[in-house]
């Protein structure tokens, strides 16, 4: 596993180096991409020592606090980088973005594909470079995808199916279990269906009405188009309550506890669209469960970093996020995962699911098993084949009841 893993991260290696160390790795989650970051700060930082430079400079940007905080610190660590440590600044992008007229001899951006829109571009822009790696699994997105090709352009793939014949994640199964509605949120889901099929008619139907809507919201057309103006901005609002309802299915915290309660060896990470929710799954499960977001008025910082220690430490067997571990969590004991909501997107799927097919090198036979949940017959359902249409069939099971497993 290991030397395969090292080849992998050699290849890209290899191909930055012909490339003046300008490009993206897109790999599976767990093919080492840190730990390529790393090799690539050392040898650039070594190189400009030699040539006499005194204070080399290296930044690594990433998303998350968690990210900034703990892993690349522990991974630098990890890898015998430490006394490079004075030379590396570890930035989220919201912070780097800011920035004007820095220079550095090597860029790393781990989760690339989060730093691309319009203004975070700007620290691409505004700051110089001589090298820049591009850390991903995938990126969705064409127009993102030209972004990635001006400034860092791919120079080498590892995706899922190879990762696993490779041996350098484990193995996993995804099912998609069903959930009914209550008969409150069928009632609900009814009536806004309702009001949202007359602003769809309203605005020249279903293939007409999203366009539609973005022009007629404009405040110039209240009161030359008030019925349009009106409709299109209750298309929104009626689908966003759709999708509450949808998202914070009440039936899905009892089918997560369910879940739990059928695997209790299991390490598991559970992730939720709402604080709210996610506080309901927390408090169901009990002792054994913690929780992480971004909350602050909710979870204050040191609380929240505490939570996500103690479950590192197996303090406890579940962790309840929101959205803020989909990426950047390195825990590989973790082999099950719950997706309470998600959307359509491949990436956050991805991401998600790689936090539990690791390699956990006390337990060689690691299996990851993958739910999703979601109510049949509706939007969600199509959200969850839109993100799984890149995953070989092989690996996915629609089940109806959880006795099927």
């Known amino acids: 596993m290991d030397r395969n893993k090292e080849k992998e991260q050699r290849k890209c290696l290899d191909k930055l180096k012909d490339n003046n160390y300008c490009g993206t790795w897109f790999a599976a989650t767990g093919c080492g991409k840190t730990k390529l970051g ?131 994640i484990s193995p996993f199964l995804i099912y998609n279990l069903s959930v009914r509605l209550t008969n409150e949120e069928t009632t609900k889901i009814a009536s806004i269906n309702y009001l949202y099929g007359k602003c769809e008619s309203t605005l020249g139907g279903k293939y007409m009405c999203f366009n539609n809507a973005n022009i007629y919201k404009k405040k110039s ?54 604080v709210q929710m996610a506080e309901k799954i927390n408090d169901i499960l009990g002792d054994i469960s913690t929780i992480f977001h971004s909350n602050t008025t909710k979870l204050k910082k040191d609380q929240k970093l505490k939570n996500l220690k103690d479950f590192s430490e197996d303090k406890y067997r579940i962790l309840v996020s929101v959205d803020a571990l989909s990426a950047g969590l390195n825990i590989p004991k973790c082999d099950l995962g719950i997706c309470v909501a998600g959307n359509s997107k491949t990436l956050e799927d991805t991401q998600r699911r790689g936090r539990i097919v690791r390699r956990d090198k006390e337990n060689p036979d690691k299996v990851g098993i993958y739910f999703n949940l979601y109510i049949p017959n509706t939007q969600e359902e199509k959200w969850v084949k839109s993100r799984l249409k890149d995953v070989d069939e092989k690996y996915v099971n629609y089940i109806d009841f959880l006795e099927e497993i």
């Open 38 to 168: 790393c090799d690539v700060i050392s040898i650039i930082i070594d190189k400009k020592i030699k040539e006499g430079v005194e204070n080399p400079k290296a930044i690594i940007v990433v998303p998350t606090e968690n990210l900034r905080d703990n892993e690349w610190t522990s991974e630098l660590k990890k890898w015998g980088y430490e006394p490079l440590m004075k030379y590396i600044e570890i930035v989220c992008i919201k912070t780097a973005y800011k920035y004007n007229k820095k220079s550095y001899d090597i860029v790393v951006c781990d989760e690339v594909h989060t730093q691309l829109s319009e203004l975070y571009m700007l620290f691409f822009i505004q700051n110089s470079y001589k090298h820049i790696v591009g850390l991903t699994a995938t990126i969705e997105d064409e127009e993102k995808k030209s972004l990635l090709s001006d400034f860092m352009p791919v120079v080498h793939t590892t995706p899922v199916n190879v990762a696993i014949e490779l041996g350098l």
């Open 221 to 274: 057309y209240k009161d030359s188009h008030p019925d349009k103006h009106n409709a299109a901005n209750m298309l929104w609002i009626h689908m966003s309550r759709r999708k509450k309802i949808l998202t914070d299915a009440s039936n899905k915290i009892i089918t997560t506890k369910r879940i739990v309660d059928k695997f209790p060896n299991k390490k598991i990470l559970v992730f939720c669209k709402s």
